[in-house]
């Protein structure tokens, strides 16, 4: 099965939010929907994202397990961006 993964440029969080809460919420609301493979905190040029790997059947799915995860973890704190994208070989592409 193909191997995606949804990842989220975060803002300020909402008032109230444990920061501690928002990778294990992503995850788990992946989860509902899919086989995660995996979830991280990473900081890249300052900005803190948070990643979601998972799997799916196909692009569709897969695109509506992005939203699903941006839609919970907006709720928590601000996504300023975010983007799914498919593993081919060992690189990663977005999603049309």
Known sequence: ?????????LGA?????????VLPTAVDTARALTAVEAGTV??????ALVV???EAPDDQEASDVGR?????ID???VVE?????RRF????YPLH
């Open 1 to 9: 099965m193909p191997s995606y993964r949804v990842t989220m440029a």
């Open 13 to 21: 969080l909402h008032r109230g939010i444990d920061p501690a809460d």
């Open 42 to 47: 990473e900081i890249r040029r300052g900005q």
């Open 52 to 54: 979601v790997r998972f």
């Open 68 to 72: 699903a995860v941006v839609r919970r």
């Open 75 to 77: 709720e928590l704190v």
């Open 81 to 85: 961006s975010s983007r799914t994208t």
């Open 89 to 92: 070989g060992a690189r990663w």
